[in-house]
């Protein structure tokens, strides 16, 4: 079983910086984690992922903006998010894939029987 809490969600202004962190509860490393994103109504977004290799993943929505990082050792993804606008506040959730060699930021990914979801947290940017 793993278990994903994340941190770091507040409300900040347009242009602004955030990080977010993830820490994972788990005895093994997680081969992939990333982050989504979903305002009410709508599906759930990616918006990056970060293989224990090292390999990455972005949405175009985020490219240049956000960085995720990853500390193996202490188990925490993390996410710095840049340049903030608007249309970033949504409830951000971590997920991990215990096996794969390739992550991505497709939700599908990670609703297998090896895929594991936090609980969210609110990011909310105002203009």
């Known amino acids: 079983q793993v278990q994903l809490v994340e941190s770091g969600g507040a409300s900040v202004q347009a242009g602004g910086s955030l990080r977010l962190s993830c820490a994972t509860k788990?005895?093994?490393?997680?081969?992939?984690m990333a982050w989504f994103r979903q305002i009410p109504g709508k599906g759930r977004e990616g918006v990056a992922s970060m293989h224990s290799d090292g390999g990455t993943s972005y949405a175009d929505s985020v490219k240049g903006r956000f960085t995720v990082s990853r500390d193996n050792a202490k188990k925490i993804l993390s996410l710095q998010m840049n340049a903030l606008k608007a249309e970033d506040t949504a409830m951000y959730y971590c997920a991990a894939v215990l096996h794969t060699r390739v992550c991505t930021v497709v939700p599908a990914q990670y609703r297998g029987a090896e895929g594991y979801w936090g609980q969210g947290i609110q990011v909310t940017v105002s203009s």
């Open positions: 788990y005895d093994y490393t997680v081969a992939c």
